[in-house]
């Protein structure tokens, strides 16, 4: 630990991102041991992630976004507000660009341009867009620590790579799993689900990398982070994993998976 602590900020973020990804493939790898996931299971899942990111936008971004803005003599609203606002836009306008398919629907619903690609390739962006505000959520908080700012702590940093981590996992298994129902090859199916959680290190650098070089627009980072991960939550988590009718389930399951990143958070924070 003590290792990868006097790693540059860049550095942290890139290995944190690893570890989530990690954990993607991981999940996905229950491909190897289950052709065929309860709905019940999968809903509780998503559920589950939902609560996650919810707490991450709170406790891990927002909170030292406005703490950092108060600590500069600025107005605290602004930065968190702004970047919170731009980063729901950022991901709304790549959910309209972007090809995807979501859970459980046939091909010609898939959104974004449209395309020919296969339904697998489709599936596996529609988890890829859930990640991209997860590896950025990583980068900016380790990109932070650079800035040697009170509001920003190594701990917390962590404990958010945990939670993102954690909420991978069902993830990774959401991919590989359907995708083995509909007829592919474990290992292509295992591919796949790790696939999506390949966008992760790649955003946590960039994240994490421009921090670093413009300190000033860390409030505006970690805001805009928050925006991106509570669009995912409102726009693709929370209705598929109710789509169902298991809303009592996936409701549960979102109080649990906010519970647990509100304890990793305020614990190691």
């Known amino acids: ?77 602004i930065p968190a507000a702004v970047g919170f606002l731009l980063g729901g836009l950022f991901l709304f306008a790549v959910d309209k660009i972007l090809p995807h398919l979501h859970l459980g629907l046939d091909t010609s619903e898939a959104e974004g341009i449209k395309t020919s690609w296969q339904r697998s390739v489709l599936l596996v962006l529609a988890i890829t867009l859930h990640n991209i505000p997860e590896g950025l959520a990583v980068g900016v908080a380790f990109g932070a620590l650079g ?31 359907p995708l083995r129902r509909e007829g592919h090859s474990r290992f292509k199916s295992f591919m796949y689900g790790q696939a999506s959680g390949i966008v992760e290190p790649i955003a946590a650098v960039i994240g994490a990398a421009a921090v670093v070089h413009i300190e000033r627009m860390l409030p505006y980072a970690l805001s805009f982070a928050a925006g991106a991960m509570i669009y995912v939550v409102v726009e693709e988590l929370i209705p598929e994993s109710q789509a169902e009718g298991n809303t009592d389930l996936a409701t549960l399951a979102t109080l649990i998976g906010f519970t647990i990143m509100m304890v990793l958070d305020v614990a190691l924070g």
């Open 1 to 77: 630990m003590d290792y990868f602590k006097n790693l540059s900020p860049v550095l942290q973020a890139l290995v944190a991102a690893l570890f989530t990804w990690g954990v993607t493939a991981l999940g996905a790898a229950l491909v190897f041991f289950f052709k065929t996931i309860n709905r019940k299971v999968l809903d509780g899942m998503l559920g589950f992630a939902a609560g996650v990111m919810i707490a991450a936008s709170f406790w891990s971004l927002l909170a030292p976004a406005i703490e950092m803005e108060e600590a500069a003599g600025g107005k605290a609203w």
């Open 147 to 177: 800035a040697n700012l009170e509001a920003a702590s190594f701990a917390g940093a962590v404990a958010l790579a945990l939670g993102i981590g954690l909420q991978n996992f069902p993830e990774g298994a959401a991919v590989s799993i």
